[in-house]
């Protein structure tokens, strides 16, 4: 469950913190609810163990410096974001 909670969270990092010239905005948006739909159909379980990974995630993103402050903020925003 690890790895596929690894990779919604950096495949939406990805999304939402990459620049324009990178990833079209309003396609990043519809992929970015494409992935709060398919989570909010999650089993409870798969809903706890991804807010879970989540706050792991931000944990270890916070402890490596300040450049890495915005993106811990947006994982450990992403459940809640992606209403779960």
């Known amino acids: 469950m690890k790895n596929l909670?690894?990779?919604i969270i950096w495949s939406?990092?990805?999304l939402e913190l990459s620049p324009?010239?990178?990833v079209d905005p309003d396609s990043a948006v519809k992929a970015l609810e494409d992935i709060a739909?398919?989570?909010q159909a999650a089993t409870e379980d798969e809903k706890e163990a991804f807010r879970q990974e989540c706050?792991?995630?931000a944990?270890?993103?916070e402890k490596t410096g300040a450049q890495s402050a915005k993106t811990a903020a947006f994982v450990r925003s992403l459940p809640e974001a992606n209403g779960i």
């Open 20 to 22: 324009d010239d990178i």
């Open 5 to 7: 909670c690894q990779a």
């Open 12 to 14: 939406s990092c990805f």
């Open 55 to 57: 706050s792991e995630e």
């Open 59 to 61: 944990l270890r993103l």
């Open 37 to 39: 739909t398919a989570l």
